[in-house]
């Protein structure tokens, strides 16, 4: 069947339904295709529903458990990144266990892009500025410089600006946000897994 617009739907045959088609309508035709092929594919890269409630239904049963630095087990407490790890394990993702080792994997993505399940991360000391000693033409000077960044914390994004993560502060696994004090001014980005 063909829709001509004099006559409404008729009965014409596939191929000469084809051969009226204008190359601008192929054209049109092959790039939704396309469009469709790469939506399908990045939705690929996303992490199933199912995934995500069971990544943050793992972690949440561990809130109040106690710090425990070097820790990756519930028996014994947990630090950041065994705190993260640990609940990504017990889904079947295995990434590694230091929070600048899990900050290699992912994807990069922006704060505004956040959502359930994606790994937030924060540099200890942003932006410090450090004294160094440098030899300058045979003499030893000193020098101030800008010391780069480094992860040195992990957490799990729940959703509505709050992360799950291993407070060492406070001694216990607990929910914060992001936008506290502390935590806005440590924030260093996000991965997706």
């Not at 993702?93 to 922006?110: A, M, Q, T, V, Y």
């Not at 994606?118 to 000193?142: Q, T």
């Amino acid at each position: 069947m063909a829709w001509n617009k004099n006559r409404g739907w008729s009965a014409a045959s596939h191929d000469s339904s084809l051969k009226s088609q204008t190359p601008k309508t192929i054209l049109a035709g092959t790039i939704f295709l396309a469009l469709i092929l790469m939506a399908s594919s990045s939705w690929a890269n996303t992490p199933s529903t199912s995934k995500v409630k069971s990544i943050l239904s793992t972690a949440q049963g561990l809130l109040g458990l106690p710090y425990r630095s070097g820790g990756n087990r519930p028996e014994i407490g947990f630090d950041c990144s065994g705190f993260v790890s640990f609940v990504l394990g017990q889904n079947g993702i295995d990434l590694g266990r230091s929070s600048p080792e899990l900050f290699k994997h992912g994807r990069k993505i922006s704060r505004s892009e956040l959502h359930p399940g994606d790994l937030v991360f924060f540099a200890g000391h942003p932006g410090r500025k450090v004294k160094i000693k440098v030899k300058v033409k045979g003499k030893i000077k000193s020098k101030i410089v800008a010391k780069a960044a480094r992860v040195s914390h992990v957490g799990i994004y729940i959703g509505n600006g709050e992360f799950i993560h291993a407070a060492s502060g406070n001694r216990r696994i607990q929910v914060n946000e992001l936008r506290e004090q502390y935590w806005a001014r440590h924030y260093f980005g996000a991965r997706r897994i």
